[in-house]
């Protein structure tokens, strides 16, 4: 015996159906969308731009530091091991 499982309001909806654009919209439109929605963003000023570089410049030299001294450990490590002096 096979149960009907209603689901909305109608035959043609469903409780988890994603709402139909009554219209398509073109480029021009999704452009003035783009627009509107950058007014809206709070942009951070010309000087706490200047620090936020300097601090992910800063991050990024320490990690090559630390990546090339962990390179250079492993290679050594790795030729000690190889050449059978360990």
Do not use: H
């Not at 630390?66 to 250079?72: C, E, H, P, Q, R």
Request: proline share 6%; glycine share 10%; net charge positive.
């Amino acid at each position: 015996m096979a149960t009907a499982v209603s689901g909305g309001d109608g035959p043609n909806k469903t409780p988890n159906s994603l709402p139909i654009p009554k219209a398509k919209r073109g480029f021009k439109s999704y452009l003035n969308e783009v627009g509107r929605e950058l007014k809206k963003v709070s942009w951070p000023t010309r000087s706490e731009t200047n620090r936020l570089t300097g601090v992910v410049l800063a991050v990024c030299s320490m990690l090559v530091v630390f990546l090339t001294a962990l390179s250079v450990l492993i290679g050594i490590v790795i030729d000690l091991i190889t050449k059978g002096k360990i």
